[in-house]
């Protein structure tokens, strides 16, 4: 059995500022109703572009799940969403945000005093790039408050995006702005578009170099970082807040890169995280990583706010692009190059499956990607059940274990 030692991961400073970039978040759209702005909430590859530009508040229901997932309310709260309807079997998100409305609770409350329930919607926004259940956690809120549901209906497992699949979906968007432009009363204006477009480029380009300084060994930062640290990538993208707060994380990491400074103490295990976070278990995997001097440091997850497509000359069309090309959207042979090329650039001894009950858009291990995987790489893989939300699929002992005999193996074997 691989030895344990106390160890926590290293804190990051710009924590305490990026807690107040998302405390300013949720208190401007707390008070866009009252300041007369309308608030449109969008699934979390929708088009926030579009909506902002048209000066909407924006709010995004998953990231307010995985709120519910992190504060461990969630699994008190499916039942809730289940007994109106919703199978225990679908996305854990959506049922414990069903399930908090249907209760009047929101994590929110807690964290921020003032704050009594979350942002009361004028329109639903959604893109099925990623599921369906966002189409269908948008049309129960469409049912339940009485406000419209529009959206994208998107191709899935696609292997190359052609110009087929790029207008198809632009002209998608495109539709969306007569109804927009209705419910907010503002004409869209394109050069407010194209600099909404620009500013979420930028974002994008900031945390793409913050995610890649987990390319030094040791590295600066760990997934379990990353998930907390993607709250502005997530929810101010295409703002000023989010570039600003970037810029400053990213000096952080890169002086300590300088420095040889690690987020895990004696870093000697490098591993890839494949798949959603456990929301309510991140401090313990952090934890029982780092104990193991194993740091886990690259993930698709948190990867997948990068939207390099995305370009100020062409709007609509670069939306497009950029929300068919993410990682989801793509077919398992696509997956598979691209996880191939994050092995070789983190330098990766060991790839986490998250086999999340409840999410099998974000569980690739279900089609033999892990096995084709080692064969071809020869980096061992570990599958851990378990779920993004839902607490009762989690075996923490079972993790344990398997944990433990997978960074054992991986040392043995050098
Ligand atoms: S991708 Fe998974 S976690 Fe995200 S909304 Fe869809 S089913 Fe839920």
Redesign the pocket.
Known sequence: MAEEKKSTRKKIQASDLMNRVMEDYFRDLDGAAAGGRKVAWC??VGPAELLRAMGFAVYFP?NHAAMLGAARMSTDLIPVANAAGYSPD?????TSDIGAFLKGITPLARAYKGIESVPRPDVLVYNTN??R??QD?MAWYSGKLGVPSIGVASPRSVHEVTDAHVDGVRRQIEALVPTLEEISGNRLDMDRLRETVSLSRECTELWRRVLETAAAAPSPLTFFDGTIHMGPAVVLRGTREAIGYYEILLAELEGRVRDGVGAVEGESVRIYWEG?PVWGRLRQHSELFSALGAAVLASTYCSSWIFTALDARDPFRSMAKAYLDLF?VRSDAYKETYIKGMLEKFRIDGIVYHD?K??P??SNNRYGMPRRLEAETGVPALVVSGD?NDLRCVSDEQTRTNVEAFIEQITEGR
């Open positions: 699934t979390s998953e679908i996305c854990s998100y959506l990623q599921c259940d966002v956690w959603m989801i999340a409840t999410c858009n974000n993004l």
